[in-house]
């Protein structure tokens, strides 16, 4: 049962959502960084230094990715009731569509 890993990793430009395991150009994931201060999101690009993980912008994924404790397991810490707000209160924000929507004209 023991499934071989390959330890070899190519360097890729992409990532993969936490919670999903969708693999995604980074641009279209938002990154969390475990840093000093906790667990912050990174809205800048300009990549805060320290452990990352990606998330898809959508709220089913975040929501995911904290009940499974997933976000803990990437960045290898506790969340903290503080990081736990920051994270619900940003998911609040966040689009909770299943779908992409379409080019269909909902008038
Ligand atoms: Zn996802």
Redesign the pocket.
């Known amino acids: 049962m023991a499934k071989q890993q390959q330890t070899r990793r190519k360097h890729i430009p992409q990532r993969t959502?936490i919670?999903?395991r969708?693999v995604a150009g980074k641009r279209g994931l938002i990154r969390l960084v475990r840093t000093p201060e906790g667990v912050q999101i990174d809205l800048t690009g300009k990549k805060l230094a320290g452990r990352g993980a990606y998330?898809?912008p959508?709220q089913r994924?975040w929501r995911r990715a904290l009940e499974n404790r997933r976000v803990e397991q990437a960045l290898r810490t506790k969340l903290s009731a503080a990081d736990r707000e920051r994270l619900e209160t940003f998911m609040a924000t966040l689009p909770d569509s299943e779908v992409e929507s379409t080019t269909e004209g909902e008038a």
Do not use: D, G, I
């Open positions: 959502c919670a999903c969708e998330l898809h959508q994924c």
